[in-house]
């Protein structure tokens, strides 16, 4: 059983309740969280949507989602207790006089708690409704405790700079920044949080981390799925504002932010805008040397024939949108100064795998006999954080045997063999915390509007240039060659995962 404390009376309206977030991830993580009893004593769980459901369709519907979704099933007959706690409230959030709806509830629900419940408005809609129902929850009853209001906001945050900063002032008019909780569904994650452990809570690492010792980072978020259905959203997207503005700047933030004093939702924010402020805007001129993309075509996909990224539903066929970035960041401060951080994206790549490699700086083999050293390696960190959840270090050792010849073998720690049971799933925790109103997990507006200036300069110029080479990489194959050439520049190749198993 998982650590969790009691959390006070909470009702949760869910806009978008209809949809496929809640379907999938939403609603399968409130179930996990009530079978860990972490749920509070008094909840209530409201979906909003247009969709016509009674109550009694709408669980039926959501039970659908946990058979396929969750992480528990639902073997000992607890959803049928879960469920009494939803509700369906069918309803246009356009339309200003519907809201009182949710005054009432939350009323009925306060009378049946017998004290005042937190109040948590999930907005899990397109981005274009958010600031209309912003402004209609703001001027319920419900909202007049600040402590006992928040506001969850879902990726994408802004569609760049400009709609970002605009996005945050209507939030801001609204509401306080500390009731404002903007979910990037990485900092959720174990692996992820656990970086600040490894770092921070360990002796060995810190002081070689840095420019003195670390030669260049990689991260790599490579994905087999292709848009999966969602090719209208990915259309106005892309792989550099869907994943690197977010997912994978924050992957960077916590390899580059500095020790924190204290363990302060603010103070670990600070830490980490501090990266992002100090990570170099790239000369637009300049752009093709810090950046690649790609576009997958039509091809084979571990056996079975699937279509190019023009092809998929939702998308224009002339599309110059890419499913591929790569991307070559430095952090110009004292720790990072010089220090190449490689990162890569993509659909339709040759595995599902999320992992992050430090590689340091050669040790020096002058002492060694000449045919010891032929597979001399830098020594390695490797951090998968998923599907792999491990951390693996590589060290030279030597062979058994008369001679003194090296190879480099690996010191692997493994969730799964170090832990038993589970772990939660990321949307678990960021619920979990937004119900016990903590924020640490979650993105405040100058991280968002930071993140967004870095990546301006790259969107702007393929915006402007046209790829003249879309589709340009094969379905599972490690994208285009640009990205390769972008690192092999330096000297350096893509480090994937299976290499680090195969290197025993
Ligand atoms: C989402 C993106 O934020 O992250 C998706 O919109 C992507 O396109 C997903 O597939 C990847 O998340 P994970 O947790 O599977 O690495």
Request: proline share 6%; net charge negative; aromatic share 12%.
């Amino acid at each position: 059983m998982l650590d969790y404390k009691k959390l006070p009376p909470t009702v949760l309206f869910i806009f978008g309740g209809s949809g496929d977030l809640n379907f999938r991830k939403l609603n399968p993580a409130l179930f996990n969280l009530f079978l860990d009893n972490a749920m509070p004593d008094h909840f209530s769980i409201v979906g909003i949507g247009r969709s016509k459901y009674s109550d009694a369709e709408y669980k039926k519907h959501l039970k659908d989602g946990i058979d396929q979704f969750s992480r528990v099933k639902d073997t000992n007959g607890n959803w049928k207790e879960f469920s009494k706690h939803i509700c369906y409230l069918e309803m246009d959030a356009t339309d200003s006089k519907e809201y009182e709806k949710l005054t009432k509830i939350a009323k009925e629900k306060e009378a049946e708690a017998g004290l005042q419940p937190n109040v948590v408005f999930y907005m899990a809609v397109a981005p274009q409704l958010v600031p209309e129902i912003i402004k209609n929850v703001s001027v319920l009853e419900s909202c007049n405790d600040k402590k006992c209001t928040r506001i969850v906001v879902e990726k994408p945050f802004g569609h760049d700079l400009k709609s970002a900063v605009e996005m945050n002032r209507t939030l801001c008019e609204y509401f306080d920044e500390d009731q404002i909780y903007r979910i990037d569904h990485y900092l959720g994650k174990e692996t992820v949080q656990n970086i600040l452990a490894l770092r921070f809570a360990n002796a060995l690492f810190e002081p070689l981390w840095n420019r003195n010792y670390i030669d260049h980072v990689q991260i790599t978020a490579s994905e087999t799925v292709g848009v999966e259905g969602r090719g209208g959203y990915y259309e106005t997207s892309g792989a550099m504002r869907d994943m690197i503005q977010n997912h994978i700047l924050q992957l960077v933030c916590m390899i580059g932010m500095e020790p924190p004093v204290s363990f302060n939702s603010n103070e670990i924010r600070n830490k980490k805008v501090d990266v992002l402020n100090a990570i170099r805007r790239i000369p637009k001129d300049e752009v093709q040397d810090y950046a690649a993309r790609g576009q997958y075509g039509a091809g084979w996909m571990q056996g079975e024939k699937v279509p190019g990224y023009k092809e998929e539903d939702g998308t224009d066929p002339n599309s110059n949108t890419e499913t591929f970035a790569a991307v070559k960041f430095y952090i110009d401060n004292w720790r990072w100064e010089g220090v190449p951080f490689y990162v890569r994206t993509g659909k339709r790549l040759h595995e599902k795998s999320t992992e992050l490699t430090i590689q340091f700086k050669p040790a020096p083999d002058f002492a060694f006999p000449k045919e010891a050293t032929e597979t001399w390696r830098p020594n390695r960190l490797s951090i998968g954080i998923s599907p792999e959840m491990d951390i693996c270090l590589t060290f030279q050792a030597k062979r058994p045997g008369q001679s003194m010849i090296l190879n480099p073998v690996n010191m692997i720690f493994n969730y799964k063999d170090a832990y038993e049971g589970e772990e939660p799933e990321a949307y678990e925790t960021l619920l979990y915390d937004v119900m016990d109103g903590d924020s640490t997990l979650f993105m405040r507006a100058d991280q968002v509007e930071a993140a967004w200036e870095i990546v301006m300069p790259i969107l702007e110029v393929w915006a402007a240039r046209k790829p003249m080479n879309f589709p340009n990489y094969s379905p599972d194959s490690w994208g285009p060659e640009d990205a390769e050439a972008l690192i092999a520049r330096d000297g350096h190749n893509w480090i994937s995962q299976p290499a680090k198993h195969k290197e025993k």
